[in-house]
């Protein structure tokens, strides 16, 4: 059977700790010594079950990216997110290749408009049961103006964003390349948080297969839009070509 929707359980969303708002929360990622369900450890990076699986019908774990509890993709060496997206994406195929899953999805929240719950740094890998996520995604999701590009890897601003506004795709055809990945995730990162907006707190990555591609869509992260809660009319902004021009004079 395959579902329309997800089921979250309030009951267990009610006890989940919140540290992007409340400061004052005691970080549970940064008491390692407390951490449950450990899957594998690589260094600073901590793969384990999600001690609240708010979600139905899912396999949810928790990917801690290291353990600065105030770090982030933007501020991060990088041999540090180069690890860091080895270890994400190799973690996500192997549910994806498990067999166990409809879908699994692979994606990051930071921030207060982000949808965490969790100021410490983490990913999440969360296998579907009954939910295919690519029935919901098109090709055009990933059409965009070309920022900077090499062998095997693309960075573009989206010309068709699936909720609207800024919207950036990391393309991944040469799996060799994942590093350079990396690099062009860590330099939006940095982007949405300096320069998008002085008021942008917030991000997402989202990750896709998408036949042999690989790919990272960062997402800037303010209050959503009315006419894509009400209408699902994504928007997107009539200024994209001087928002190439910037970042390639910042960053290439």
Not at 10 to 29: D, L, Q, W, Y
Not at 43 to 71: A, H, R
Request: aromatic residues 14%; negative net charge; hydrophobic residues 35%.
């Amino acid at each position: 059977m395959t579902q329309t929707h997800l089921h979250f359980n309030m009951h267990i969303g009610r006890k989940k700790p919140e540290s992007v708002i409340n400061r004052e929360t005691a970080c549970p990622f940064c008491d390692t010594n407390s951490l449950t369900n450990i899957l594998e450890q690589r260094g600073s990076m901590i793969w384990l079950m999600n001690k609240f699986p708010v979600l139905q019908d899912t396999y949810q774990t928790v990917l801690i990216e290291s353990d600065d509890c105030e770090g982030d993709w933007s501020t991060y060496s990088k041999a540090h997110v180069h690890e860091l997206l080895a270890f994400g994406v190799e973690k996500w195929q192997e549910l994806s290749n498990s067999g166990s899953f409809q879908s699994v999805l692979f994606f990051k929240n930071h921030g207060p408009y982000s949808g965490g719950s969790i100021r410490h740094p983490h990913m999440q890998i969360v296998g579907l049961n009954h939910y295919d996520y690519r029935s919901q995604v098109k090709e055009m999701d990933f059409e965009g103006i070309t920022i900077d590009s090499g062998r095997g890897v693309e960075c573009n601003l989206s010309t068709h964003p699936r909720a609207g506004f800024f919207e950036y795709n990391v393309i991944l055809t040469d799996w060799d390349r994942l590093d350079r990945m990396a690099e062009y995730l860590q330099i939006l990162a940095h982007w949405i948080l300096n320069h998008v907006n002085r008021r942008c707190l917030s991000y997402n990555f989202f990750f896709y297969r998408w036949g042999d591609k690989l790919i990272a869509k960062a997402v800037p992260r303010f209050v959503t839009s009315p006419l894509y809660i009400g209408y699902s009319i994504p928007q997107v902004a009539n200024n994209l070509d001087d928002m190439v021009t910037e970042m390639k004079h910042l960053y290439f």
